[in-house]
């Protein structure tokens, strides 16, 4: 399958050095609204917090990120997945 690669890299999220914008809308950590802020300064919150910067919506505007582990993201997100196979059968 040609395509597979390509949607697989589609789905990971930017994380930490990843994101690309010079503004962002940031969610904290205890998902609470912090507002737009610079790149440097959502980082430096992240790295304060011992956590990642998940970019979640990268086609809004600024986008949106939010303080969390990434490792938890990336389980949330496939628990979501396997919990929408679950209910397509």
Request: glycine share 12%; proline share 0%; net charge positive.
């Given at each position: 399958m040609k395509g597979a690669n390509n949607k697989a890299q589609g789905d990971k999220a930017r994380i930490n050095d990843e994101i690309k914008a010079r503004e962002?809308?940031?969610?904290?950590?205890?998902?609470?609204?912090?507002?737009?802020?610079?790149?440097?300064?959502?980082t430096r919150t992240a790295e304060e917090a011992s956590l990642d910067l998940v970019e979640i919506s990268p086609n809004a505007e600024p986008p949106v990120c939010k303080v969390m582990d990434y490792?938890?993201?990336?389980?949330?997100?496939?628990?979501?997945?396997?919990?929408?196979?679950k209910k397509q059968k």
């Open positions: 962002v809308r940031l969610i904290g950590k205890d998902g609470e609204q912090v507002g737009v802020v610079s790149l440097a300064e959502a490792g938890k993201f990336l389980f949330e997100k496939s628990k979501a997945q396997k919990e929408q196979k």
